[in-house]
C-alpha cells in the first residue's frame, strides 16, 4: 500500500539579528587623542615648569603701571606675577613678600576689582540692624547653584556674570576679581603683612560688599554683576579665610563710625551663613553619621574667625550695636544644638579635632551672652524648647567626671566657659554698663555689713532646680581649687 505522504512543515519563524559592518574610530571629533596626549607628555618633558627663581628681578613700578593701564596682556602678566609673588616666604616663617612696601600696588589692584565688580555703582547697604533681614545660608546658595547647573541646557542660558560676546578675546570680569581676591588671602597668611592689611579699612569693605546677596526673581544672586553663583561661594570662602588669618589683629573703633558698622554688620552675616543652617546644625555624632569623620571645615574656619573677632571687649561692643537681637539669637540657638548630648557625641568630643571644635563653640556661647542685652538673655533663659540648662549643665558634669586624668585637664577649659555663659545669663545684666550705684557713705553697721562687697557671687539661681548635681560639682577637687568657677557654681545653685 502507498504509504501517506508527509504534511509539510511550515518554517518557523526566527529572530534574526543583524550586526552591522562598523570601524573602529580612534579619533574624536576628527582629532586623534592619542597622538595628542604623547606630543603633550612629550613637550611637558623637554620643556618643564618655570621655577620661581626663573622669573628674575621684578619692578614693583613696573606691575602698578601694568594694572593702572587695563591692557589685556598687561593685566595676564602683572596679576600672574602679583600671585607667584604673594605665595613667596622668606627667611623666616613669618616674612614673605612686604605689601606694606607696595602701598600703590595695592591701591591700584583694589582699584581694578572694584571697577570690574560693581563698575562705579555706590553702596547703598542698610546700616541700621533690621529684625526682618533675611539671612542667606551656605547650604542654600551651594543647593540653588546645584538646581541651576542640572537644568536642561543649563550651559546655553543666559546667566549673571557669564562671558559677554563684545569682550572679545579679552578675560571675564570675575575671573579676575577671583584672582584679586585670591592675591589678598594669600598676603594675609604672612604675619608680618597683618599689621598693615587690618589698617586698610577698604579692604574689608570692598571684599564684604562682593560677599553680598540680593534675592533676584525669588533666588540668592550676587550683589556684584560681575560674579555668577560659583564665583560668589568662592569670594565668600577666600573672604572668610582671609579674615580668620587677620581676626586676632582686628579692632574696631569705638565709637564705630559707619563704615565699621557696615563691616561688623556684613562680616556676622557672612559667618553665621556657614552656622546657621538648621540642617548642618547638629551634634558631634550625628555629624560622624552624616559623613564628617573630623569636623567640618567651613564651620570650623566661621567658629575661629568668630571667637578671634569677639575675643576683646570693645569688639563685642561695636558687634552689640551693629547686630540684630533676632540675629544674635539664631547663632546662639545653632551653637547650642552642636553641642553634645548623648554619650556617643562624649565619645567623639574626646578626639582632638572635635575638642578643639567643641571649644569654639562654647568660646561663641560665652561671646554671644556676653554681647546679648537684658531682654535678649532672660528670653534664651526663659526657652525651654532650647532647654540650654540641661544641655550645659549635663556637659560641664561630663567633662569634669572624665576617668582619664589628661582628658580631664583638656576638658575644664570648656567646662569653665560654659559656667561663665550660664552665669552671665542668670544675672541677665548689661555687660557693657560699667556704672554702679555708690554706697552710702554712713550705713548701720558701717564696716560689717556688705556694702561695696563685690565678692560675692549673686544670681537667680538657674541651677537651683538641680542643686544635687550642683552640689556634687562642687565637691570636686578641680573645682574647689579654682575660686572663680566655685563662687559661680555656688551662685547658680542658690536663690539670692
Known sequence: MPTPARPRQRPSRRKIEYVPLAREVDTVGGRDMKIIEAETIATSL????????????????????SIRSKLSTELSYALTTFTLLSTMRGDTPTSGFPIVQCADLLEEVLDLMEERAFDGAQDFAELEPSEDQHLTTHRELVNTLLELESQPFASLQPRQGAKDPDLGPRPRPGNIIITIVNIIRNLSFIPDNSGFLVQQERVFDLLLRMCSIVMKDGKPTAASPALSLGDLITVRKDTMLTLMHLAGAIHFSDPPSKTTIRIVNRTFRLLASYLVDSTEAISPYASMQNGHIKPPFLTDVALETFTRLAQSDPNRKVFSKAISEASLRL???????????????????????????MEKIIMTLYSLAFIASPDLKKSIRADRRLGLKGVMLRMVQKFLTMPNHELKNLLSVPARRAVETMKLLDDCQDSFDTSEAAPATLSFGMGYGEVGDSGIEKGTGLLASNRDVAWGLLMLREVQQDEVMFSELDSLSRIE
Open 46 to 65: 623637554r620643556r618643564p615648569l618655570r621655577d620661581i627663581n626663573d622669573w628674575g628681578i621684578v619692578a614693583v613700578d613696573a606691575l602698578t603701571m
Open 331 to 357: 547663632l546662639f540657638v545653632s551653637s547650642v544644638h552642636r553641642l553634645p548630648v548623648g554619650d556617643p557625641d562624649f565619645q567623639v568630643v574626646a578626639r582632638d579635632r572635635w575638642l578643639s571644635y
